[in-house]
T-cell receptor, first 114, second 111 residues
Framework: NAGVMQNPRHLVRRRGQEARLRCSPM?????VYWYRQLPEEGLKFMVY????????ESGMPKERFSAEFPKEGPSILRIQQVVRGDSAAYFC????????????FGPGTRLTVT | GEDVEQSLFLSVREGDSSVINCTYT??????LYWYKQEPGAGLQLLTY?????DMKQDQRLTVLLNKKDKHLSLRIADTQTGDSAIYFC???????????FGTGTRLQVTL
């Protein structure tokens, strides 16, 4: 009964490269949420997705960031042309369709931009 | 937008009770949560309370909600060294699915 899985756990990218972060929700969960945690801060909501749909992207930066949750496979958070300010921990959470109030978090991906 | 405040640091002795506090501004919060984050790890959902409840107890954890003062607290009885972590309160507001987090309280348990 695996929990939310994220990979990679650590990712190092040079400025200008692309970062791809993957999230596999808990079994039976169809809702995925991405949050970002900057050093010494709380988590900030980025985007909420259901299969093949973006439901709420009010927390996503307007440029360089995109997210998808395809019919098959994990959810992907993609950051193009990374900058130093993108260095953070990116957490994915999932919930069941009728239990949006219960979000379970993955271990996070720690992105370092050099 | 929603504003969620927590004190940054709390130090307690092993065996004592810890009380971690959280205040918020939006009265339409529907779910209120406590998450625990250990160093380098993800967030563990500890407990949550519906906005129509005043209190919830789960083993060593007691959550109190004062809706009038918009104040949420987490009491940990018989605090152990394994409880050392950062504790985040979080809110779900209205029909939105996203959670809004506080800044986190670092709990240090001393011997």
């Amino acid at each position: 009964n695996a929990g939310v899985m994220q990979n990679p756990r650590h990712l190092v990218r040079r400025r200008g490269q692309e970062a791809r972060l993957r999230c596999s929700p808990m079994k039976g969960h169809s809702h995925v949420y991405w949050y970002r945690q900057l050093p010494e801060e709380g988590l900030k909501f980025m985007v909420y997705l259901q299969k093949e749909n973006i439901i709420d992207e009010s927390g996503m930066p307007k440029e360089r960031f995109s997210a998808e949750f395809p019919k098959e496979g994990p959810s992907i958070l993609r950051i193009q042309q990374v900058v130093r300010g993108d260095s953070a921990a990116y957490f994915c959470a999932s919930s069941a369709r009728d239990r949006e109030g219960e979000q379970y978090f993955g271990p996070g991906t720690r992105l370092t931009v050099t | 937008g929603e504003d969620v405040e927590q004190s940054l640091f709390l130090s307690v002795r092993e065996g004592d009770s810890s009380v971690i506090n959280c205040t918020y501004t939006d009265s339409s919060s529907t779910y209120l949560y406590w998450y625990k984050q250990e160093p380098g790890a993800g967030l563990q959902l500890l407990t949550y309370i519906f906005s129509n409840m005043d209190m919830k107890q789960d083993q060593r954890l007691t959550v109190l909600l004062n809706k009038k003062d918009k104040h949420l607290s987490l009491r940990i009885a018989d605090t152990q060294t394994g409880d050392s972590a950062i504790y985040f309160c979080a809110l779900k507001t209205g029909t939105a699915s996203k959670l809004t987090f506080g800044t986190g309280t670092r709990l240090q348990v001393t011997l």
